[in-house]
């Protein structure tokens, strides 16, 4: 099954939706399963669910170019019952919509799906088009699936359940130029209809949420939805303070955003947005600035509510980690570093962690600084070598900074100037790409995508220097208690990474010359992961891919226990698997959202056996390539 193109052609495929994946928490549809399955009609009789497994698909080819040009899925999920029996249930793609497409405002009207608006909340337009068009993302990324106990919105005619996706950039305009970073990044709240008796969702209402009040988002990347049920977002790439005057993208960004090159802060962007929910289907935010400066991609909260696990999509990044104050609150607590000890450096390395603490705070505190704080009230950057034994030479975004710092702004520096600051107190700032983070809570695992292992991780920056494949590695970290910090001083958490090694499954392989296909990366194991989140329920860690090295993206299911890894989604061809949030139940329903960015961003060295052919296809389904799909996998049961 593919995804559908446009919002009026839902009705058509009401049958195919079906019920999303097998409903595994129970309910009556688990019911009316079973007892399809071959039991009686009472809980007594009903066979026992005994194990569950994926059944993958093959990569999609040139014999059907239609299949590379579109979401496809030809997976299936089997169920194998105390009974004796199995059920193979196929699962399939379902889209709420293409960015682009005009949706339901809840209010009787219509709003742009994936739609950029300015400080004023006034939409902003391209005028490089004859029509001056209203911008639309064709990069929706981080999303999250929740119920709240009492909504309001009409309309609903089965359960009310809400989604939160976020929409990182725009890759062109128009006439052609790149908008990378140049648009405020939109956040929008759906309100979804799901099916009592299949688990189907339909869209309800569309709600653009106001970022205002938080000058407005850089770069949304990867997201988690956090145990508390709001929606934890990123700010990427964070615009470096020290030279923002010489800035252009970020120019660019201020003007959009304010109508004025020079408003923005870069202060302001580079830290974690909360996003709460509300029961009448519209969606507040806020800003929390002392979980420190840097490229946050994907946070993963530990099942303390407390402990958090932040994705550095860097160049000489680190891992960082973040211990609240207080459960179910972000707005206070200390951060820390990871230090990385190297004990073996084949296949992305291996080594034993330690924790730097760079400092406590709260996000008021760091805000006010932020607000009045310039780079040069914080330190000095030299880019050569100043000869000046009071600098510190450090490594930061694949070049080498000397730094003093001011006395008395250390505050300032840990929050607002982390990626410096981490480095100057000797955390490991070495890691390329450290994209996804989410935990096996049963077994105590922390999972980290890194989506290439290059330079920064194989010359010794940062204290990494490891050899692996530059198609990416996930990682696994052993999470324990009783550790302490560089001080000596206990850190106050269960759940502390205390050293890292390569799932051995889930190690790319590069390939010495492109396969006939044109990929660069073994099509067979995972290349580039960067969305990962595990699902307690099925054990299994889903993978999104960001490679520049498979023709198409997939999306992988990889069983802890079996160490199966399965293909089970492919993307359009040039397209990033993203918005990846596995929930193991709603209403009785399990769940994988999935979507994707940029289709048709065509590499010579990757797509010239394929851009021919596919361009034409890609641009017919996907806008022109302006728009992308959001939307979730769907299970069709196979009942015998």
């Known amino acids: 099954m593919t995804d559908s193109l446009d919002l009026t052609r839902r009705n058509l495929l009401k049958f195919l939706s079906g019920a999303p994946l097998l409903p595994l928490a129970g309910g009556s549809a688990t019911a009316a399963l079973l007892t399809a399955c071959g039991g009686g009609d009472t809980a007594a009789a009903a066979p026992t669910l005994m194990s569950l497994s994926f059944s993958g698909m093959a990569a999609p080819t040139l014999a059907d170019p239609a299949k590379m040009a579109t979401t496809t899925v030809a997976s299936s999920l089997n169920a194998v019952y105390s009974n004796g029996k199995t059920l193979s249930y196929a ?48 990069c929706p990324d981080g999303s999250s699936l929740l119920k709240l106990a009492n909504p309001t919105v009409t309309g609903v005619k089965g359960n009310t359940v809400f989604a939160v996706v976020q929409f990182e950039y725009a890759t062109r305009n128009v006439k052609g130029d790149s908008m990378y970073g140049m648009l405020p990044s939109p956040i929008a709240v759906l309100t979804l209809d799901q099916s009592p008796t299949t688990g189907a969702l339909s869209l309800v209402k569309y709600h653009n949420v106001d970022t205002s009040s938080v000058n407005g988002l850089w770069i949304t990347c990867g997201a988690s939805r956090s145990p508390w049920n709001t929606h934890l977002s990123s700010e990427e790439y964070e615009p470096d303070a020290s030279v923002i005057d010489k800035n252009t993208q970020f120019a660019n960004f201020s003007t959009n955003l304010y109508g004025d090159a020079s408003k923005a802060n870069p202060y302001h962007y580079g830290h974690l947005p909360e996003i709460t929910v509300n029961p009448d289907g519209t969606g507040s935010i806020k800003k929390h600035y002392c979980m420190g400066r840097i490229s946050h991609e994907l946070i993963q909260v530990m099942p303390d509510e407390r402990t958090a696990l932040m994705g550095d999509d860097a160049t000489n ?79 930061f975004s694949g070049k080498t900074n000397w730094v003093k710092f001011v006395a008395g702004k250390e505050k300032a520096a840990a929050f607002l100037e982390t990626h410096r600051y981490a480095a100057f107190k000797g955390g490991s700032l070495g890691f ?135 293909r089970i989604l492919s993307t359009p061809a040039g397209a990033e698997s993203t918005g990846l949030h596995a929930v193991d139940d709603i209403n009785g329903f399990a769940y994988v959202m999935s979507n994707f960015q940029h289709p048709g961003d065509w590499e010579a060295a990757l797509h010239g056996k394929v851009q021919a052919t596919l361009d034409p296809l890609i641009r017919a389904n996907y806008r022109d390539r302006f728009g992308a799909a959001v939307g979730y996998l769907t299970g069709l049961p196979t009942l015998s």
């Open 91 to 138: 699962l399939g793609y379902q889209t709420f919509f293409i960015t682009g497409a005009m949706v339901p405002n809840g209010s009787g009207g219509t709003t742009l799906a994936g739609g950029y608006y300015d400080i004023k909340n006034q939409p902003i337009l391209d005028r490089t088009d004859a029509n001056q068009r209203q911008f639309f993302s064709d």
């Open 317 to 395: 990044g680190g891992l960082f980690m973040f211990v609240a104050d207080k459960a179910q609150d972000l707005s206070s607590g200390t951060l820390y570093v990871a230090k990385w000890t190297q004990l073996t450096a084949d296949n992305g390395g291996s080594a034993k962690l330690s924790w730097i603490k760079l400092g406590s705070a709260t996000s008021a505190e760091i805000k006010a600084l932020a607000d009045s704080l310039k780079a040069a009230d914080i330190l000095s950057v030299k880019t050569t070598d100043p000869a000046d034994t009071s600098y510190t030479k450090i490594p």
């Open 432 to 566: 390329t790409k450290m994209e996804g983070t989410t935990v096996n809570a049963k077994d105590k695992i922390a999972y980290s995508a890194m989506s290439y292992i290059q330079a920064a991780m194989t010359n010794g920056s940062g204290g990494i220097a490891v050899k692996g494949p530059n198609a990416g590695i996930v990682y696994a970290l052993n999470l324990k208690g009783g550790q302490s910090d560089d001080t000596g001083a206990s850190i106050n958490s269960e759940w502390v990474p205390v050293d890292m090694a390569a799932v051995p499954a889930l190690v790319g392989e590069d390939l010495a010359t492109p396969d006939a296909l044109g990929n660069l990366a073994n099509a067979d194991k995972i290349a580039n992961p960067d969305n990962i989140k595990f699902s307690e329920k099925l054990r299994t860690l889903f993978i999104g891919e960001d490679s520049g090295l498979h023709v198409n993206n997939f999306l992988w299911a990889y069983n802890v226990d079996t160490k199966t890894l399965t």
